[in-house]
């Protein structure tokens, strides 16, 4: 083969943008509506962005309006609730269903930034080891080894304990932990693309190191790490439920829905649905991006196309 | 393979080195520690006085020598608190956390690989879309809102479950039914994946035409293949039942490390949190090695490499 059929390879397998990007939009969401469970999924994480985006708009009350002699209402359906406070209210009056509603901001603001955060940091660095091997691909290796090395939840805690725990803290303790998993899996993706044909083509007839990575290695490995996006996302969530529960995270008066069961705690045998609604918001959350996540992954993996029945 | 098993080894003293690192990086040189323990309207006096105390006006290089000795001896000095050696008290919640992380490890370990085997012996069947229910939600699920939930709505109903505490059999069957759900979501899930996988190769369809009963082709081909995973995911789950402990002991009052973790943070009894992160760092290097090893085990290729 020579340099002129070279040349026709490359252009044939340069993966094309704009137009195939649109194209396999259209053709996923066919696909995704052909998963009634995904669809829901979708549908309701769809919901609940829109619901934190609007939640001066949406909620029915001012989530930190307190109204004493409203106190500790049940939900609306049981005796004793009023129809003022459809998910009830807590220990000052504050009712539940805006209090929810605006925690919901804090909690999909964190996990969007802190998937942002990770994909770029991760990538880049991802990106560097896979390249240039050698003692940086050893460097940046090891440093995710020492920082998996630690039971996650632990180190999160620490770091925000030591910096003083808020809303920054908690962005930053969180990236710290999560952008290990980017780096392993675009070093991994780098490494079996360096050896491509096409690579090596695009190198052959002369590409730029920096025409090469954004040309044809930035496009490759961009959708497998977006497709991880939500499985991500509702780790992070996740997490920062738990140190927000354990009073190392969001602190008041902001709320985040890991942050509200944690306050509720303190009256569950007089006021169960304290604790019940906001951790249901956060199951149902991170449920629907798991299954949204897992059906990506399986969508847009060609091994397994055939099985989602296409 | 002794090589290898040298090397391993070797590797992970200098994580274990590297860890030590950045632990000394986060307690002395990031953030205040002493303005995190004292109130905030604190005296000049007594910030100075309180860091003069714990050492941390002294030249770094001197509090490096003195980490490193402390280090060493896996104690940090006196919980700031309790009075007690961290080490002592480290020492001391063990057998706790032991008792719920082993009983939730075991609980996982038997039911996840039961329910991921039955699953990919049937794909597609009712019980593999239920086995994927219910990995899908143990992953999903926080637990210190399942353990709450299994208390407001269980355990104080039941009258004869605990809600809290720590000493009878039946203190342990909340906290460990709760630590148990997300490592056996994920065993299920990924016990399934590796068998469908082995399942499909050719071997297994010679075994087949050779007329070995599915059960013997299983048991003596499948399981060990599809072992590499499953070990794998065991030994996350292993070092993720730590995080997880940190949750439910606090929930559940169960005094253990999680629990002693937890407060020692809330309460920024720093020697005793650097006690507790070497040691959690020690006890995650040392899985992650006998994972790796059993890899070599299960599968001779790896420590020929």
Do not use: C
């Given at each position: ?247 190392l995270g969001i602190q008041p008066p902001v709320s985040s829905w890991g942050l509200l069961v944690s306050e509720g705690r303190n009256f569950i045998s007089s006021a169960w649905w304290l604790i ?35 | ?80 608190f309790q009075g007690v050696s961290s080490r002592d008290l480290l020492v001391r919640s063990l057998p706790a956390t032991g008792l719920l992380a082993g009983t939730a490890f075991i609980f996982a ?37 399942l353990a709450l939930l299994l208390i407001v709505f269980v355990a104080i109903p039941s009258n004869f479950l605990p809600t809290a505490g720590y000493g009878t059999p039946l203190h342990l069957i ?132």
């Open positions: 083969m020579g340099v002129q059929g070279l040349d026709v390879e490359v252009s044939v397998q340069r993966p094309s943008r704009g137009v195939g990007m649109r194209h396999s939009a259209g053709r996923l969401l066919r696909l995704l509506l052909r998963d009634k469970i995904a669809t829901i999924a979708a549908l309701f994480l769809l919901g609940i962005t829109g619901v934190a985006i609007f939640a001066q708009y949406v909620a029915p009350h001012d989530p930190l309006l307190q109204a004493i002699p409203d106190r500790l209402q049940p939900p609306a359906w049981v005796e004793g609730g009023s129809p003022g406070h459809i998910l009830g209210s807590d220990q000052l009056g504050r009712d539940t269903l805006s209090r929810v509603i605006y925690a919901s901001q804090i909690s999909m603001f964190v996990g969007w930034v802190v998937v942002a955060i990770t994909l770029i940091v991760g990538t880049t660095l991802g990106i560097l080891a896979g390249l240039f091997g050698g003692w940086l691909d050893h460097a940046i290796m090891g440093t995710t080894d020492v920082l998996m090395a630690f039971p996650g939840l632990l180190m999160i805690m620490t770091v925000s304990a030591v910096m003083g725990p808020g809303l920054e803290t908690v962005i930053i303790a969180l990236s710290v932990r999560f952008w290990t998993s980017y780096a392993r899996v675009t070093r991994g993706l780098v490494l079996a693309l360096k050896e491509a044909d096409f690579m090596v083509a695009a190198q052959v007839v002369g590409g730029t190191r920096r025409h090469v990575i954004r040309r044809h290695l930035l496009p490759n490995i961009l959708s497998p790490l977006a497709t991880l996006m939500p499985l991500e996302v509702g780790k992070v969530m996740l997490a920062e439920a738990g140190i927000s529960f354990l009073g019940t609604f906001p951790g249901l918001a956060l199951f149902a959350t991170i449920l629907s991006t798991n299954i949204v996540g897992n059906w990506l992954r399986l969508a847009t993996d060609p091994i397994h196309r055939g099985r989602l029945g296409e | 393979m002794g090589a290898y098993v040298l090397k391993r080894v070797a590797r992970s003293i200098l994580t274990l080195i590297a860890i030590t690192m950045v632990v000394f990086v986060l307690t002395h040189l990031l953030g205040n520690p002493v303005a995190m323990l004292l109130p905030a309207d604190a005296s000049n006096e007594l910030l100075n006085y309180t860091r003069h105390s714990l050492g941390l006006d002294d030249p770094l290089i001197v509090q490096f020598q003195r980490f490193v000795v402390d280090a060493l001896q896996g104690d940090f000095g006196p919980s700031l370990s038997v039911i996840g690989l039961t329910l991921g085997i039955l699953a990919a012996l049937k794909p597609r069947s009712w019980l593999d879309n239920a086995v994927s229910l219910v990995s899908i939600t143990g992953v999903s699920i926080p637990e210190f809102w909340l906290p460990a039914i709760v630590l148990s759900i997300r490592p056996l979501g994920r065993i299920a899930q990924i016990a399934r994946g590796a068998m469908v996988d082995e399942l499909r190769q050719p071997y297994v369809v010679t075994a087949h035409s050779k007329g070995l009963p599915v059960r013997t082709i299983i048991r003596r081909h499948v399981l060990k293949n599809a072992g590499i995973p499953i070990v794998t995911i065991a030994g996350i789950e292993v070092v993720d039942l730590l995080s997880g402990a940190i949750i439910v002991e606090s929930v559940f009052g169960w005094p253990g490390v999680g629990w002693l973790a937890g407060n020692a943070l809330r309460a920024m009894d720093f020697p005793l949190i650097q006690t507790v992160v070497v040691w959690a760092a020690l006890v995650t290097v040392t899985v992650n090695l006998l994972v790796d090893l059993s890899y070599a085990w299960l599968n001779p290729r790896v420590g020929n490499q």
